[in-house]
């Protein structure tokens, strides 16, 4: 999970420094917290699917879909208060995405090459 999330986070970084001109610190933090919600989450969705024929839906599931999206929904605006950890007014120009792209991919390119030696 964290080789994903940072992988993403290089690969979306400079479209995001671009366009919003901030880069999120706590992404990793984040995501470790965020993702294993969402997978629960989403079993438990389905199987509740599932359930919907059970005339009510039994009051446990929706209290425990209740609960995990009220505390995920706590933990996101925790991390939204964190700011020192959002660093602020990055400019770059599209030249310099294109350019940090490229280097991103010639550091891949490189990387491969010396994987097959």
């Known amino acids: ?4 999330t940072l ?12 366009y919003f001109n901030q880069f999120p610190g706590l992404f990793l933090i984040a995501n470790w ?3 294993p919600f969402v997978a629960l989450y ?3 969705g389905i199987f509740s699917v599932l359930l919907i024929h ?3 839906l039994p009051y446990l599931v929706i209290d425990f879909l209740d609960l995990m999206t009220s ?7 925790w991390i939204i208060e964190q ?10 120009n599209i030249y310099e995405v294109v350019l940090i792209y490229t280097l991103i991919f010639l550091c891949y390119s490189s990387y491969k090459k010396i994987i097959r030696a």
């Open 54 to 56: 059970l005339k009510p």
């Open 71 to 77: 505390s995920l929904n706590n933990f996101v605006l």
């Open 1 to 4: 999970m964290t080789t994903v």
């Open 83 to 92: 700011e020192n950890f959002l660093i602020e007014n990055i400019r770059i």
């Open 42 to 44: 989403l079993y438990i």
């Open 33 to 35: 917290v965020v993702l």
């Open 7 to 18: 992988a993403a986070q290089i690969a979306i970084s400079p479209i995001t420094i671009y």
